[in-house]
Structure formats: C-alpha cells, structure tokens
C-alpha cells in the first residue's frame, strides 16, 4: 500500500474538518442562539488565564484590570464534584456472577492503582469543571491500558455530533516519538525533511524549539476506500484509525503522508459532561457560565481604576491664557512665583467620587447573579455569614447548593461506569485469560467474604486428601481405616487455614483452582454487562453518619451483641481512615499477656498514734 501520495482524499477531509473548526464561524443552534465552541474554548482558556479577550489595554493605551471571579468558581466545582478510586466498586446481585464480580473488583482496584487511575480522575475533574465537557482516551499499549484527558485546544470535533463524526487529535512530535510508536519508518523519515516548531491550531508558534512534525490521528466511521485505495469501497462504511501529515500548501500543492492505517473495533474517545446540553458537543462549565458577569465585573473595575487615577492626579484650571500648553507638575520649581491676570486665579478641578460607590455596587449585583448562577454560596466561597446569621440557616443553603453537584457527581459516575464497561473491564476479561495466581490486597470486608469463600473449599480438600491418605496407609496394613469425624475434622482445617492466613495481613494469592473449578477464563465471560458499577462519591453527610454508626455501635454494646457491635465497629475505622480494621484484627487475634508473678512487698503497720 503506497502511503505517500498526492492530495489524497482523506488529506483533503482533514484539512476541510481543521479549517472549518478554526474558521470562527458559529453553528445557528435556534432562531436566537449561536454557539462557537472554538471560540468558546478559547475564551475560557483567557479568562481562567485572567486574560481579556479584547486585549490588555484601552482604547487610549491604558491597562485593562482582569479583578477574576472564575478561579474560585472552578475550584468550588472541582472540589464539589470530587470522586476517588475507593468510590468505584463492582458488585453482582446475581448468585451465580458472585465470584466473577468479587474477583473482577479485586483486579479493578489493582489496575487503578498500577495505572495511576487517580492522577487521571483529578485531572478529568479539573477539565469538567473548568469546560464543563471533556473528552477522555483509553489506549492498550504494551499489554497495559492507559487512560488520559484530551487537550481541547488540540482537538478537533463536531461541535453539534461529537460521536457520528470523525475525532481529530492533534500532536506535536518529535521523529523518535513517532518511531517509538512503532509507525512506518520510511514516512517518518521522509518526514524529517520538514521539521517545524510547536503550532495551535490556528497556526500561532507556540515556542521556538524545532524538530517536530505535526501528525493528525483520525478516529472514525470513514470510507471503506481510505484504507483499500479501491473507489469501489467508497460507499462501505467502517471504523477506522488514520495517523497522517502533510508538507505543502494550497498554491504549490500537498503532499500526504500515512504513518498507520487500519480498521479497530471502537473509538478510543469519550466524550463526557457535567450537565450535557442537547445539540452542543461542548456544555457549559464554571468559566463559560460566568461570561456575562466576568465581563461586567472588569467593566465595573476599569471604572474605578479610571476614577482613582484621575483623582489623583492634580489638575488646575483657570482663566488665563498665559497658561495654555503648560503643565505645572513639570514646570513649576520650589520657590517659584506664579503670577495671574486681573481676576484671573488658579484653582484645582473638583472631583465627584461617589461614582466609585455606584460602580462597586454594579459590580456586587453582577457577581451575586454569578454565584446564584454557579450554585456557589457565601458559604463554600468561604465567606464569614452576617452577624445573627443561624448555622441551621446556613447549614439548609449549604445542603440546597450542593444537591446541584450531586447531579453532576451522578453524570459524572454515569461517565465512569460507561468507561469501565466499554474500555476496563473489557480489558480485565482479555488479561484474565488464564490460570495464573492473583496478588490483591483488600480491605476487611472483602477480606472476610475471600476467606470464607476459600477456607470452605480448602479445608474440604484437605479433609479428603487426608482421608484418602488414611484409607490407603490402612490397606496397605491389611486394616480397616480409622473413622474420622468429618465435621471436625473440617473445623480444624479452617482454624489451622485462618491461623496461616492472619500471617498475610490484608494480602492474598488468588488462583481460580482454588475458588472455583473454572479457569479464570470461564468465570469472566461476559463480566462486563454480568456486574453492577457502583460510584459511591456523591457527597455524604459524614459527620451525620458516623454519629448514627456510633449510637448504633452503643446500642449493640450494651445489649451484648459483641460480634454484630464489632462490624459497626470495623466501619467506622475504615470511614475515619484512623485505624486499620486489619490492624484491630491483628491486636484480637493476639493472646493477652500472662500476669507474672511478683514478690509482694510486706506492708508495714503504721504506727499506733
């Protein structure tokens, strides 16, 4: 297959798809609406940057204040929104896919933790918070998966249908990372010919380092053609990845050139929302909500700053033509001796300051319809309430705020569950394609329901390869075997197995074999529709509930149920993060020391008085 050509098709789209969605023109979503997600996007990136959109300074060359209401904002979205590893679970509510989702969660975690998965949920966080949309990217590389947010500023998309329209990605990279990605080395060599510095996507320079080749990775439903050369297969659809470039330009003609061609099963892309908004690919976030009252906000301040800087300065008027064209701060030494006309005196311009106190009070009108708009109170700003302000007052307004962001924390663990059926767990079930042993280390309750799992069977093992063991020393000896009491037998197993397994701590060595008779194989199969996603990051009134864990603990205390008590117990150590439930078990399972005996010292008899 020739992957050097002249103009070929899929260069011609590419090049179509980038200059329409850096051409500036908005898309008509209704009669009175239009959106441009490009500017949009950039106008976000300015003011999270405290940076005006029409420029630095004035008309007359005066500096522009950004006072920035955005940052704050953001952060209360971030922080509000939050969701952790330890949030996502997997459960089953089916009997028979019990073990498949116990073990699969076991994996899950030990995946998140090996792939850095929590660095990529605060970053997603950040995005969604700050552009209220982002796309993510899940890729197999090396037998491991990685996941990644997409830079927006290096992305190209339909701003109306993000999913039934090609995904561009944009990169700047350098010849030894094309090669290290394993692409033609013949067209990454005919490359270097035309080595460039770090563009945008409009083409500004955005360092002045050389040696990168810019390379577009095209994701998508495509022509059929695009891969085989054949105008037959132009009208056969099929999913596809194209990584591209291209030297030249519009006048002298382009050159394309195809690093990787090939068809894949599905998009690598998400893309994922706070609040998804119907015929926008890019919803409306922190920054892009506050638009209006940033704007009115600088406004209101450049016009105090113009009112203090002409207040204070000194400017004279007066009547006399001897002083035109002078200025007295300059040309005036000490000791000098002003002389006027006639009735002609000199006297300082009188200022009215309180248009000060008006533009404070626009500025306030416009930030309080910000936060009502954002949800952000006084109280999450971090904002001291009004003398006589009633906590249970702001306690309710605290609660009504953040019911707001419980909605987004549900999309946003819509978007994780989608993430791990589509991508995760699909690439669990291909790496669990075996009998090879698991290391997981898990956490008391997991703990307790793995153990039960394996003691019972493990035991059962033992009492019958015993058993056989007996019966053939027995013939061998030309007697009858000895009876052996099953049940005890059994029970004995399990203590010797549990006194083995307190020595591992929270650790454990999971083979299939030894939980059930399949291979690791056959007890995933179809694990990713057969199991419950649960993201449990939805804020939680934890001060509520670990006081109702308390007085239920109490309650179980003093009414003798000591096993149940402790359960309550184990909870609400692995809610505060205190103390290990691992740790608490380890102290139980320790004998009490021995009281040693001591010689008594005599007492002697105090004097008689």
Excluded at 213 to 235: A, C, K, M, Q, W
Excluded at 259 to 286: C, F, N, Q, V, W
Excluded at 573 to 580: H, K, P, Q, R, Y
Aim: proline content about 3%; charged content about 25%; hydrophobic content about 35%.
């Amino acid at each position: 297959m020739d992957n050097i050509k002249t103009s070929s098709d899929i260069g011609n789209l590419i090049r179509q798809q980038e200059t329409d969605y850096t051409s500036g023109q908005p898309v008509q979503i209704s009669e009175y609406v239009e959106y441009n997600m490009f500017e949009d996007l950039n106008k976000i990136d300015a003011y999270d940057n405290s940076k005006h959109v029409s420029g630095s300074t004035d008309s007359k060359g005066r500096e522009k204040p950004f006072f920035n209401i955005v940052k704050s904002v953001v952060n209360i979205w971030y922080r509000a929104t939050d969701i952790d590893r330890k949030n996502i679970r997997i459960y089953s509510q089916s009997q028979a896919n019990y073990i498949s989702a116990f073990i699969a969660s076991i994996y899950l975690q030990n995946w998140m933790k090996k792939s850095r998965f929590g660095v990529f949920l605060n970053k997603w966080g950040r995005m969604l918070a700050k552009y209220g949309s982002t796309v993510v990217k899940f890729v197999e590389k090396d037998g491991e998966l990685h996941s990644m947010v997409i830079d927006w500023h290096k992305f190209i998309c339909d701003p109306i249908d993000f999913s039934n329209n090609p995904q561009i990605e944009v990169l700047d990279l350098t010849p030894a990372q094309l090669r290290a990605r394993g692409y033609d080395e013949e067209v990454v060599d005919a490359l270097r010919d035309d080595l460039d510095t770090r563009k945008t996507l409009k083409g500004h320079q955005q360092d002045q380092r050389e040696g990168y080749i810019r390379i577009y990775e095209v994701h998508g439903e495509l022509p059929l053609s695009y891969l085989t050369d054949n105008e037959e297969d132009e009208d056969t659809f099929q999913q596809m990845m194209i990584v591209y470039s291209f030297t030249g330009n519009q006048d002298e003609g382009f050159t394309d050139y195809f690093l990787y061609r090939g068809k894949e099963t599905k998009s690598p892309y998400m893309l994922t929302h706070l609040i998804e908004e119907d015929g926008k690919t890019l919803s409306t976030g922190a920054i892009k909500q506050l638009f209006e009252s940033q704007w009115m906000v600088n406004h209101s301040m450049k016009a105090i700053k113009d009112i203090v800087d002409l207040s204070s300065k000194l400017i004279l008027q007066t009547s006399d033509e001897n002083f035109v064209g002078k200025n007295a701060i300059t040309s005036i030494e000490t000791g000098d001796i002003m002389v006027t006309g006639v009735n002609q005196g000199l006297s300082p311009v009188s200022y009215d300051t309180s248009a000060i106190v008006q533009a404070q009070n626009f500025k306030a009108e416009w930030q309080a319809i910000g936060n009502e708009q954002t949800g952000a109170s006084d109280a999450m700003r971090g904002m001291q309430p009004k003398s006589g302000t009633a906590w249970r007052q702001t306690e309710a307004i605290l609660n009504e705020n953040y019911s707001l962001f419980e909605v987004m924390t549900e999309n946003k663990g819509l978007a994780i569950e989608d993430m791990l059926r589509e991508h995760v767990l699909t690439f669990i079930k291909r790496k669990l394609n075996s009998k090879d042993e698991i290391i997981a280390i898990l956490d008391s309750f997991n703990l307790k329901k793995l153990d039960k799992m394996y003691l019972k069977a493990k035991a059962q093992e033992l009492f019958e390869k015993k058993a056989k063991e007996d019966i053939k020393a027995a013939l061998l000896k030309g007697e009858l075997p000895a009876f052996i009491d099953q049940e005890q037998e059994i029970a004995t197993n399990q203590e010797m197995l549990q006194e083995n397994l307190a020595d591992l701590g929270n650790e454990r060595f999971l083979i299939p074999s030894e939980i059930d008779s399949k291979t690791w194989k056959d007890i995933f199969k179809d694990l990713e529709w057969e199991v419950e996603v649960d993201v449990t990051g939805e804020a939680k009134d934890l001060q509520g509930e670990l006081t109702t864990l308390n007085s239920l603990y109490v309650n179980l205390m003093n009414s003798g149920q000591t096993e149940d008590g402790r359960k309550v117990l184990e909870k609400i150590l692995e809610i505060t993060g205190a103390f290990s439930p691992i740790e608490l078990t380890q102290l139980q399972a320790q004998p009490a020391p021995q009281a040693t005996s001591q010689p008594q010292t005599p007492v002697e008899e105090a004097p008689a008085v």
